[in-house]
């Protein structure tokens, strides 16, 4: 089974409403395709940025094939990826896309994440130094 963990930044601010087609759209095709995952958003008020950190798992084929669509989708930008690899075992095989709306506070014992938006991270993203990425993501799981 493959994986990937990747950040990238919002066109535009996604609003709720947003959000939740995006959400629909993804569990649906995602279940479809036998991947599992979590998505998460946070807007940084500071720098008026709306950012992702998504972490996908599944069959290989399946995984290249949404991440083709990822990198080609219109509505976000700066996609980097900052973990890819194999398991043997799905660290999110309960959900087809979980997803958390996050704020500052909820990213606070994650230092490579707590400023995620800002300039700063963007420069860390860029040069791979974001090596808690798939700590944070489990921390939502638990």
Sequence with gaps: MKFIAYVSQAIAPFDA?????????????????????????RYNDEYGRGNFLQFLEGPETRIEEVWERIA????????????????????FSDWSMGFRNVEEFDLRDFPGFADM??????????????PEALDLLRSFCD
């Design 72 to 91: 080609n989708d219109d509505r976000h930008h700066s996609v980097i990826v900052v973990e890819e690899g194999r398991s043997e075992k799905r660290m």
């Design 17 to 41: 409403e947003e959000l939740q087609h995006l959400l629909e759209r993804s569990r649906a095709r995602n279940t479809a395709d036998g991947i599992t995952g979590l998505l998460i958003y």
């Design 117 to 130: 938006g800002s300039d700063a991270f963007w420069r860390r993203a860029e040069n791979n130094a974001l």
